[in-house]
């Protein structure tokens, strides 16, 4: 497939969250006729509520030998990391199944080494758009301290550090004098134990960063269509999208960035990804009593604490649930309760709750690239935890694609073809 350089190419993007609008940015900045559809304004599904983190270290999966047997333990847990809606339970295990199979230890190591090539530049596409488009104010470069309760916690946690090593990731063990100039308001007890990731970093407000990446892009010319894809189409020279208010868009290139919605629009294309909905959930404090300068990680309560410019964002959770199922709240207040467990001071006024769904695949990989047949149709969906993280170097790869050039990466691991 080639591309003619005297011709701007005609591109419809769907979706606008994070991975949407960075590549609606990156295809506008190198001249691409860019379209962006979405029932929702830009950075405000599931790119809005997000714990905020900028991850360059998180290239590990979340099945790994061993991961399937914390589950009862979790489910049993009141307070615990991940909760299944028994009712969907069904409908789930297939994708359950495929996720134990993928936390073999062959296929745990070829998961690494991908994503490690594509978190490896994660920070520099991150610099790249904030600075072009002014809003680098946006992201602080702090770091993350990780939060163990004893040191059974964290030599449990050793093959993480094993695989830092292996890649070059830095991190520090902190003392507790260390700990405490860092964050005095965090309460470890005598046994507790904090490492801190220097690679982290984080944003003051994720649904901004979105917005600005799109509004970016419309300033520059994109075209905004608020309204929802009912219908696609593709052949060997361009696609087709009809819209629910009948407006039909036609273009050279379709970029499928729908997040958990992405399915619905890949049957139609003769394919269909083991792509579900990990719901994550965030109580949002305006004005806490407790100051953070660091994102912090309870790593076996999975629950993350970020400051934020509108306040305390206590983010975190697993729930699986079908798509169409009602927010359970009650994850977002147990959030704060695991919360009180390092922060045992932390309360605050004005608290709103939240619920985002997380495209999540088996493997923990996004699925990226062109579909084979339908060369066109080029996949950024199914980022799970990292489609902040990986939006702009998302974006980069795309418009690569578009304008046939070489992505900095092998692609293959990410093909759509693995499944």
């Given at each position: 497939m080639t591309v003619n350089p005297d011709i701007a190419p005609r591109c419809i993007v769907i979706g606008a969250g994070i991975v949407g609008s960075a590549c609606a940015w990156h295809l506008r900045r190198r001249?691409?006729?860019?379209t962006v559809i979405d029932p929702v304004m830009p950075g405000q599904s599931t790119s809005f509520g997000n714990a905020g983190c900028i991850s360059?270290?998180?290239?590990?999966?979340?099945?790994?030998?061993?991961?399937?047997?914390?589950?009862?333990?979790w489910l049993l847990d009141p307070l615990g990391p991940m909760r299944i809606r028994w009712a969907h339970a069904l409908a789930l295990a297939p994708w359950f199944w495929r996720?134990?199979?993928?936390?073999?230890?062959?296929?745990?190591?070829?998961?690494?080494?991908?994503?490690?090539?594509?978190?490896?530049?994660?920070?520099?596409?991150?610099?790249?758009?904030?600075?072009?488009?002014?809003?680098?104010?946006?992201?602080?470069?702090?770091?993350?301290?990780?939060?163990?309760?004893?040191?059974?916690?964290?030599?449990?946690?050793?093959w993480h550090?094993?695989?830092?090593?292996?890649?070059?990731?830095?991190?520090?063990?902190?003392?507790?004098?260390?700990?405490?100039?860092?964050?005095?308001?965090?309460?470890?007890?005598?046994?507790?134990i904090a490492v801190l990731d220097p690679t982290w970093q984080h944003v003051v407000s994720p649904a901004d960063v979105a917005r600005n990446f799109a509004e970016s892009a419309f300033s520059g010319g994109a075209h905004w269509l608020h309204d929802k894809v009912?219908?696609?189409?593709?052949?060997?020279?361009?696609?087709?999208?009809?819209?629910?208010?009948?407006?039909?868009?036609?273009?050279?290139?379709?970029?499928?960035a729908a997040g958990v919605w992405s399915n619905n629009l890949l049957v139609q294309?003769?394919?269909?990804?083991?792509?579900?909905?990990?719901?994550?959930?965030?109580?949002?404090?305006?004005?806490?009593?407790?100051?953070?300068?660091?994102?912090?990680?309870?790593?076996?309560?999975?629950?993350?604490?970020?400051?934020?410019?509108?306040?305390?964002?206590?983010?975190?959770?697993?729930?699986?649930?079908?798509?169409?199922?009602?927010?359970?709240?009650?994850?977002?207040?147990?959030?704060?309760?695991?919360?009180?467990?390092f922060l045992p001071g932390l309360a605050g006024s004005e608290v709103?709750?939240?619920?985002?769904?997380?495209?999540?695949?088996?493997?923990?990989m996004p699925v990226l690239g062109p579909i084979p047949g339908r060369e066109r149709v080029l996949c950024a969906f199914g980022h799970g935890h990292y489609g902040l993280t990986q939006g702009p170097t998302t974006g980069k790869i795309v418009a690569d694609l578009v304008f046939g050039r070489a992505p900095h990466i092998d692609l293959s691991p990410f093909s759509i073809t693995r499944f």
């Open positions: 001249g691409a006729e860019v360059p270290s998180s290239v590990y999966p979340f099945s790994y030998p061993g991961a399937i047997r914390q589950v009862p333990a996720f134990w199979r993928a936390g073999n230890a062959r296929r745990v190591d070829e998961i690494i080494a991908a994503q490690a090539t594509l978190m490896a530049v994660v920070t520099a596409d991150f610099d790249e758009i904030l600075h072009a488009t002014g809003a680098s104010a946006l992201r602080k470069s702090a770091g993350l301290i990780l939060l163990y309760a004893n040191e059974a916690e964290l030599a449990a946690d050793a550090y094993d695989i830092r090593h292996k890649h070059g990731l830095p991190w520090q063990r902190l003392t507790p004098s260390e700990l405490f100039a860092l964050e005095p308001s965090v309460q470890l007890g005598a046994e507790g009912s219908r696609v189409e593709s052949d060997e020279s361009s696609v087709t999208v009809e819209t629910l208010s009948g407006k039909q868009v036609q273009g050279e290139f379709l970029v499928l294309l003769g394919h269909r990804v083991p792509l579900v909905a990990k719901r994550g959930y965030h109580s949002m404090l305006a004005h806490p009593n407790v100051q953070l300068s660091h994102p912090l990680m309870s790593v076996s309560r999975h629950v993350v604490v970020t400051p934020m410019r509108d306040g305390l964002r206590v983010a975190g959770t697993a729930e699986f649930a079908k798509i169409d199922a009602k927010p359970d709240y009650r994850r977002a207040r147990a959030l704060l309760q695991n919360a009180r467990r709103t709750e939240w619920m985002g769904q997380r495209p999540m695949l088996p493997d923990s």
